[in-house]
């Protein structure tokens, strides 16, 4: 081992923990204002503050991925959730240059899930000396899950549902209060549901990003992205010392000491392989071809690409929406009866009245409220 030079390069897991810590505390900000929006409403409109955070909208991608598909078709930025439009851009091009980054440096649902991984795990080894491994031949089918359910969303929204169907949808006060249901949803948690998702947590502690890992959609559209990526991590089987560390340190279970090019829709760029790696010039970023890329420019620029786009939509005035406190109001009043389209039949009728160029937002009002 004499021969090979230590690795210089100063581990990127220090930036990558504030980036996400930063990123975890602003979404705390915007849950405490969006507390006193809904006391607001609560009140109607006589105590709290109507200040609605457009950020919460994050938090809404179903809903952003039809008004993205909804521009695609049209040309135009449904005002009903604008806010989560550039928020779901921003998160795709991310993906689309450094891979599926913003899962393990912008996503707060990851960085918990880390840190109950991490804390978790310590303790378990602590108290049972080693944590149990998932087969690989249940590992695979339970990867899978995800993508079935990112298929089910993508055939009923991209296959389903034509430019009218889609604004129609994008109209109704469901859509509209969809945040505000969601908190109602938290607000009123029962027991069964939050047991399920502190089982989905805990989880974490013996699979590491088990939600990430299995079960969100949004993961496996970023992983797919991801996969143009010009920007991959490469090993120089020349000097490799075959010693596992990198192997060892990816939190996605990737053989990265079996690979020459990290191809894989499970990567999330968080370079914790990279940093594991004793030996010089033997584990890098590398864009396509052979130039080397620094850890420290990906850190930026995975930050700097989401705040671009976002930015854009704060500038451009595509960032708060058009609902009025008055209409926020009076649909509070009926929340707990807001519904959706619940069959394919309904979706079928609003693609009819698109296919005669109907425009009749009586529909609209019969059908969604």
Known sequence: MSKYVKNPEKP??????????????????????????????NSNGIEGYYSRPPGVEGFLPISSLMSVYYFALTGEIHQAHPAGFFIFIAVISVSFVFGKSFCSWLCPVGFISEMIGDSGGRLYKKIFKRIPKLPRWIDFPLRSLKYLL?????????????????KYFLDTPYNIMADVKMYKFFEGISRFSLIVILVLF???????????????PY??????????????????????????????????????????TVFSDECTSCLSCVD????????????????????????????????????????????????????????YKSINALGHPTSSGEIKELNKLSSKGDNNADYREKKFN
């Not at 850890?295 to 708060?320: E, P, Q, Y």
């Open 150 to 166: 990112l298929a089910f969303f993508v055939y009923a929204i991209f296959f389903s549902m034509s430019a009218l169907a889609l």
């Open 202 to 216: 805990m989880l974490s502690i013996f699979i590491r990003n088990f939600w990430c890992r299995f079960l969100c």
């Open 12 to 41: 990127v897991q220090k930036y990558r923990f504030v980036v996400q810590a930063v990123i975890s505390l602003l979404c705390i900000w915007i849950g405490v204002e969006f507390y006193y929006f809904v006391q607001f409403l």
């Open 276 to 331: 594991a790696c004793p030996v010089a010039d033997t584990l890098e970023l590398k864009l396509i071809g052979k130039k080397r890329f620094s850890k420290k420019h990906l850190a930026f620029g995975v930050v700097l690409i989401f705040v671009i786009i976002t930015g854009i939509g704060m500038i451009s005035g595509n960032w708060k929406n058009n609902v009025s406190k008055e209409e926020y109001l009076e649909y």
């Open 219 to 260: 993961g496996a559209l970023l992983g797919l992205a991801g996969f143009l990526s010009p920007v991959k991590i490469k090993r120089n089987a020349q000097s490799c010392i075959n010693c596992g560390l990198c192997a060892k340190a990816c939190n996605s279970s990737i053989k990265v000491d079996k690979l020459i």
